[in-house]
């Protein structure tokens, strides 16, 4: 592996609380919890537990709330994430609450989330500074998830800017108007969903037009499909990946699972179809997982395997 850093940003961390179910949610019933337990959230930060698990050095940025840092710390410690947050004082870090249906009658997870605190000005000022004075030219930064209230577009297009003058390399796991800032900006990896792809499309485009059109001024752009599998577009050429066929238990943070992973082999210099590979065993392993981040590195080892990978 090189020596380039990364870099995860989450500018809205949260807590996930996971209530597990015995039998399928029901409305007017009094469905049964038979489980809590808690993980990390927030998009950026499943990232770097990702890169973490699969061996490459990170450091997590982004803001957290004092009123339950201890908790906050105590998860990211339990996942090995290396972080240095800037600590927003008389706030508390949200949870999203994401309910998992046994696996015989689940459709996919249920996710319950809260808004998060509102930071100020003087926040976002300590939080820049932070980066300008981390953040090197040969370095990768992916920016993943919501944005607080009161952060701005226009504070998204400061922080872009910030990244796109030091010259490193910039990675964004955004939705809605900030991620058609990203791609206004010409950073250099973007994963819209499907949905999210709609939203960047022209009327008369498809969504593959869409993404060879993206993959004109953004050197890496992924699609992620669901279960059907993804389409990733790099150096004007567009690969369409069908993903290993799991039990899905909860397919929370299999996207973000991708993400890391991706940049993981990218910042190992492995090449794109092994890239691909790689991204797409670890986001199958996780889905197996009830939680939001953990997958099995052994496992997502045996399912890049059977990945398929066709050139379009």
């Known amino acids: 592996m090189n020596e380039v850093s990364l870099y995860t940003i989450t500018l809205n961390p949260a807590i996930d609380r996971l209530l597990c179910l015995n039998e399928k949610l029901e409305r007017r019933k009094s469905n049964r919890i038979t489980e809590v337990s808690y993980d990390i959230g927030g998009k950026g930060t499943h990232a770097s537990y990702v890169m973490s698990r699969l061996g490459v050095k990170n450091l997590a940025l982004g803001f957290a709330g004092s009123q339950n840092i201890d908790k906050f710390k105590q998860i990211l ?17 949200r949870e999203c609450y994401i309910i998992v249906e046994p696996e015989q009658v689940s459709a996919g997870s249920i996710m319950l989330t809260e808004k998060g605190f509102h930071v100020e000005e003087a926040d976002i000022k300590r939080l820049f500074n932070r980066i300008k004075a981390r953040v090197k030219a040969e370095d990768m930064v992916l920016i993943a998830g919501s944005l607080p209230a009161n952060f701005t577009i226009d504070n998204l297009r400061q922080l872009l ?6 010259g490193c390399f910039i990675a964004c796991d955004l939705s809605g ?22 939203q960047l499309k022209a009327s008369h485009e498809s969504l593959l037009d869409t993404v060879k059109r993206l993959n004109q001024d953004i050197d890496y752009v992924v699609t992620s499909l669901g279960g059907k599998g993804s389409y990733c577009g790099y150096d004007r050429k567009i690969y369409r990946v069908i993903p290993p066929k799991v039990k899905e238990v909860n397919d929370t943070g299999a996207g973000d699972c991708f993400v890391g992973a991706f940049l993981a082999g990218l910042a190992n210099q492995l090449s794109i179809e092994q890239i691909i590979k790689l991204a797409s065993g670890c986001a199958a392993s996780k889905v197996m997982n009830k939680d939001s981040s953990t997958f099995d590195v052994k496992m997502a080892m045996k399912l890049k395997q059977q990945v398929k990978i066709t050139q379009l």
Do not use: W
């Open 77 to 93: 410690s339990e996942k090995s994430i290396e972080h240095d947050f800037t600590i927003i004082d008389g706030k508390t870090t």
């Open 161 to 166: 800017s910030i990244l796109k003058e030091i």
């Open 177 to 198: 108007e900030a991620i058609e800032l990203a791609v206004k900006m010409k950073v250099d990896f973007i994963k819209p969903n499907e949905f999210e792809l709609k």
